[in-house]
């Protein structure tokens, strides 16, 4: 899966009495760091400032001028304290640098024989001060785990790459595009969402009619060199035993119609009116195109479900790999931590032990089988999970979430579509939550440990209420 390099701004705080050649090492070792875990750094010079820290309010403004020089490339923003720093001169920086990125505050810890004037870092008090000063000035950020922890320790990797998740998911929501293709189905009020309280964090809906998707694909000629492009995609990416050829082609059609729809648009995700209108009037399911744009990173969502896309999406960008939407579907026998998690499916590829293309059991009945054609049939991989809801409350105006973790099992399961059987600790209590909360029965998982940094970027710096289900 594509890995993206990020590109941090880095403030090294550091105050005249105390010894200042700790900023100057703490700055080296910090970048050194930094660039170790294949990140670019932006950040003053020793020629810019003294030892290309940050203390003065003039420095402040070179530092706040570099970054919004370089603000298109900016994910977020480390603030480093090899020693006590100066909290107005940090505070000061990320006001008049105006990036709006999270922000990771970290502090370098004093080594016990190492304590005379000449040596003493101050930094676990001085990054009291600065949380202080950035909370006044109303700038949020993040901490690292330990209050104070060396820049080169394991530990502190680990915080970065918890912060890259959370700078991935605030830059990548905000601002998002999200393509709507086609009406809910009339028979699912479940999937009823606010378009204005995802305007006001930053997401746009991109509407596109079913019809405008069936004439275009009408008039596309079978030889048309997208569809045939797509064609062989779709057979390279799925066995296609027994489906018959002219299905594969109206999929192929489909693909590339909702493809060149979405680059023309510029919308980065899609959910999709998946029944009945498409099998009554096209004669296949979307599933596997649906299934290969999010196994590509490009998240697709079932019934026109924005937000299960959103909370798709949200987990992708965290992990980087790709997420599925599954319905909290089915107890397993008597154990109160598992239930079955189905859809019927358009699950990515990433998910299954195996997978085969096939019809659509369910819909089968009410548009025939030869119409049904399509779905991603097999039983989902065992391993850890995340999973996550996101959606809009238009009785009190805001927008709300759950997160947690769990994993997908090995235990035996016959049924049909994609299925898979999570074991998640306190279930009950989740189950409760969200009937309590009235949240849907669509879920979003993925194959990782990210709930903390969905939580992260969801409070801190997106304003939505979310509930961490911690063990």
Known sequence: M?????????????RGFFPDHLAKSGREEMIKTLQSVGMNVVVLGPEESKHGAVETHEEAKRCAALFRANSQRISGIVVSLPNFGDERAIADTLRLARLNVPVLVQATPDTPVKMSISHRRDSFCGKMSACNNLKQYGIPYSLTTLHTVAPDSEEFKKDLAWFAGTCRVVNGLRNLRIGAIGARPAAFNTVRYSEKLLEASGISIETLDLSEVLGRIGRMKDNDEHAAR????????VSTSGVPQPALLKMAKLG??????????EVHISAVQCWTSIEENLGVVPCTIMSMMSDDLLSSACEV???????????????????????????????????VCFHCSNLPKHFFRDVRMDYQEIIAGTVGKDNTFGTCVGRVKSG??????FSTDDRTGRIRGYV??????DDPLETFGGAGVVEIPNMQRLLHYICENGFEHHVAANFSTVAGILQEAAIRYLGWETYWHAQ
């Open 2 to 14: 594509h890995k993206e390099k990020m590109t941090m701004g880095l403030i090294v705080g550091n």
């Open 305 to 339: 479900d924005v937000c299960g896309v959103l909370s798709m999406h949200a987990l992708r960008l965290a992990s980087e790999t790709p997420s599925a939407l599954l319905d909290w579907n089915n107890n397993y026998g008597n154990h109160p931590d598992k239930a």
């Open 384 to 389: 850890a999970m995340s999973y996550a809801r």
């Open 230 to 237: 797509k064609l062989q995609a779709i057979q390279k990416y």
């Open 404 to 409: 947690g973790t769990g994993a997908f099992t």
């Open 256 to 265: 590339a119609v909702v493809e060149d729809w979405m680059k023309s648009a």
